[in-house]
């Protein structure tokens, strides 16, 4: 009679195998035979090499008035253990993408050893630690424990996928929480376009596209391929297309909130100031003037949902009026010689001069330029006052009187020439990518529009505006 094959007997299997009688090859945390059968894989505490048998802790500590353990049917409290049995009945009843987690219930390990991943080797004595590597049992119960490898059963993680379009804009959203964001302000606000923004843009799809085409028209100005640039203004025109039809569309039905049309309508107007105007455009409308109307549309937005977006999270865009007076003082101050512009008849009058060109105006159109120039003189010293921030300077064009801008679009000479003192402040804010080289650009136009007489209040802005001067705001 041949002699028996020794073999080493190992007492670490889990549980169900072992009521089952049949061999368990340890792969923790669900062996092979419960994965293929579905069934419930429980383990009993560890026991170290060199100490035979299996634990009884558990067992005993259950049966005990000490276990509390939630899968256990005693009212004490079980810490011996290093997975609780549970009736594997009650994963039957659950859906398939919660079998694998219902099966597994895992609590503080009480041993720092790691099973070994041991099998008996068939025809010789020992045991071989090569088969199943560790590697191999870890891929294992990886597949068992993320995606199922049982046979019919369907993964529970639904496959995401994604085109080259959708990657492309999750790239300029990652942009623009990175660098377009602190590109746009130097206020107060700037953390609202960081987070608030974002959040509303992907809650919906108009504040979306107004993002996705700034980002995009910011990001052609970082690279210099000509290639890569037409590309991104490309996609860029694309988004502010759909944006304004968008918002179009909004307006009319009138929506209860208005955080995504004011979050919109305030991106689309700063796409509008990094577009430059055509040759034939560029010859009418003075580049800053140009942005007289997107002023007013977000002024008429706010108007119209202001008891709504007053109290929504955009609220900081708005809590930026100007509410102090500041005097003249240690910093860059209008030149006095200004207020002689808004007499009823200049110190020039004397020079031949026709109907139009406001050499004489009557007293209520003197009125209203002496408004203006107060109203200049009250944003210009909070301004270089209080550290050049960007909704400080805008105060100008949003709260001038409406005669005057009105005056302006008409390009009245007095008018024109009190808008390059405001020129002034834009140039300051030259460092950011959207502004650069507008003051330049619409104080030469002016500078066309007008002649000789208005040379004398026209020295000193130009002197600041195509002069070398500090700038602030951010290009990245």
Same mark, same amino acid.
């Given at each position: 009679?041949?002699?028996?094959?020794?073999?080493?007997?190992?007492?670490?299997?889990?549980?169900?195998?072992?009521?089952?009688?049949?061999?368990?090859?340890?792969?923790?945390?669900?062996?092979?035979?419960?994965?293929?059968?579905?069934?419930?894989?429980?383990?009993?505490?560890?026991?170290?090499?060199?100490?035979?048998?299996? @634990?009884?802790?558990?067992? #005993?500590?259950?049966? =005990? %008035? *000490?276990?509390?353990? $939630? /899968?256990?049917?005693? !009212? &004490?409290?079980?810490?011996? @253990?290093?997975?609780?049995? #549970?009736?594997?009945? =009650? %994963? *039957?009843?659950?859906? $398939? /993408?919660?079998?694998? !987690? &219902?099966?597994?219930?895992?609590?503080?390990?009480?041993? #720092?050893?790691?099973?070994?991943? *041991?099998?008996?080797?068939?025809?010789?004595?020992?045991? &071989?630690?090569?088969?199943?590597?560790?590697?191999?049992?870890?891929?294992?119960?990886?597949? *068992?424990?993320?995606?199922?490898?049982?046979?019919?059963?369907?993964?529970?993680?639904?496959?995401?996928?994604?085109?080259?379009?959708?990657?492309?804009?999750?790239?300029?959203?990652?942009?623009?929480?990175?660098?377009?964001?602190?590109?746009?302000?130097?206020?107060?606000?700037?953390?609202?376009?960081?987070?608030?923004?974002?959040?509303?843009?992907?809650?919906?799809?108009?504040?979306?596209?107004?993002?996705?085409?700034?980002?995009?028209?910011?990001?052609?100005?970082?690279?210099?391929?000509?290639?890569?640039?037409?590309?991104?203004?490309?996609?860029?025109?694309?988004?502010?297309?759909?944006?304004?039809?968008?918002?179009?569309?909004?307006?009319?039905?009138?929506?209860?909130?208005?955080?995504?049309?004011?979050?919109?309508?305030?991106?689309?107007?700063?796409?509008?100031?990094?577009?430059?105007?055509?040759?034939?455009?560029?010859?009418?409308?003075?580049?800053?003037?140009?942005?007289?109307?997107?002023?007013?549309?977000?002024?008429?937005?706010?108007?119209?949902?202001?008891?709504?977006?007053?109290?929504?999270?955009?609220?900081?865009?708005?809590?930026?009026?100007?509410?102090?007076?500041?005097?003249?003082?240690?910093?860059?101050?209008?030149?006095?010689?200004?207020?002689?512009?808004?007499?009823?008849?200049?110190?020039?009058?004397?020079?031949?001069?026709?109907?139009?060109?406001?050499?004489?105006?009557?007293?209520?159109?003197?009125?209203?330029?002496?408004?203006?120039?107060?109203?200049?003189?009250?944003?210009?010293?909070?301004?270089?006052?209080?550290?050049?921030?960007?909704?400080?300077?805008?105060?100008?064009?949003?709260?001038?009187?409406?005669?005057?801008?009105?005056?302006?679009?008409?390009?009245?000479?007095?008018?024109?020439?009190?808008?390059?003192?405001?020129?002034?402040?834009?140039?300051?804010?030259?460092?950011?990518?959207?502004?650069?080289?507008?003051?330049?650009?619409?104080?030469?136009?002016?500078?066309?529009?007008?002649?000789?007489?208005?040379?004398?209040?026209?020295?000193?802005?130009?002197?600041?505006?195509?002069?070398?001067?500090?700038?602030?705001?951010?290009?990245?």
């Amino acid at each position: 009679m041949p002699p028996k094959r020794r073999h080493t007997k190992s007492r670490n299997g889990c549980m169900t195998c072992r009521r089952r009688r049949v061999k368990c090859d340890e792969i923790r945390p669900i062996c092979t035979n419960c994965t293929r059968r579905e069934l419930d894989c429980i383990y009993t505490a560890y026991c170290p090499p060199g100490r035979p048998g299996i @634990s009884r802790t558990h067992s #005993s500590a259950c049966a =005990s %008035s *000490s276990c509390t353990s $939630s /899968s256990c049917t005693s !009212s &004490s409290s079980c810490t011996s @253990s290093l997975l609780c049995t #549970s009736s594997s009945s =009650s %994963s *039957s009843s659950l859906p $398939s /993408s919660q079998v694998v !987690s &219902s099966r597994l219930r895992i609590l503080p390990l009480q041993q #720092s050893h790691i099973p070994a991943l *041991s099998k008996p080797r068939r025809g010789g004595g020992g045991t &071989s630690i090569s088969a199943p590597t560790p590697l191999a049992a870890l891929t294992r119960q990886l597949d *068992s424990i993320l995606i199922g490898t049982r046979s019919g059963t369907p993964s529970p993680l639904a496959r995401i996928s994604l085109s080259k379009k959708d990657l492309d804009n999750l790239s300029l959203l990652h942009h623009f929480t990175i660098r377009t964001y602190s590109s746009l302000t130097n206020d107060k606000s700037v953390e609202v376009y960081r987070t608030e923004i974002p959040r509303i843009a992907l809650q919906n799809e108009l504040t979306m596209n107004a993002l996705l085409a700034v980002t995009a028209l910011h990001m052609s100005i970082t690279v210099e391929e000509p290639v890569i640039v037409s590309h991104y203004q490309m996609i860029a025109a694309g988004h502010y297309d759909q944006a304004l039809r968008s918002l179009r569309a909004e307006i009319r039905e009138r929506p209860k909130s208005g955080d995504h049309i004011l979050a919109a309508s305030t991106l689309i107007a700063f796409y509008g100031f990094a577009c430059k105007m055509t040759s034939g455009e560029a010859s009418q409308v003075p580049r800053v003037i140009g942005w007289i109307p997107l002023f007013d549309g977000v002024h008429a937005i706010i108007k119209e949902w202001w008891p709504l977006v007053i109290q929504g999270d955009l609220k900081p865009l708005l809590d930026q009026a100007i509410t102090r007076t500041v005097e003249d003082g240690d910093f860059l101050t209008l030149p006095p010689s200004l207020t002689a512009l808004v007499l009823e008849a200049l110190p020039t009058s004397n020079v031949a001069h026709g109907d139009s060109d406001e050499v004489i105006i009557d007293a209520a159109t003197a009125a209203v330029y002496q408004r203006a120039l107060k109203h200049l003189k009250i944003v210009w010293n909070n301004f270089w006052a209080t550290g050049y921030k960007l909704a400080t300077a805008w105060q100008f064009i949003s709260h001038a009187p409406a005669k005057y801008t009105h005056n302006l679009q008409q390009y009245k000479p007095r008018a024109l020439v009190i808008f390059c003192y405001f020129l002034c402040m834009v140039k300051k804010l030259d460092g950011f990518w959207w502004a650069k080289g507008s003051a330049r650009e619409t104080f030469l136009d002016i500078e066309k529009k007008l002649d000789a007489r208005w040379e004398p209040w026209l020295e000193w802005p130009r002197n600041i505006i195509l002069g070398d001067c500090e700038v602030v705001g951010s290009q990245s």
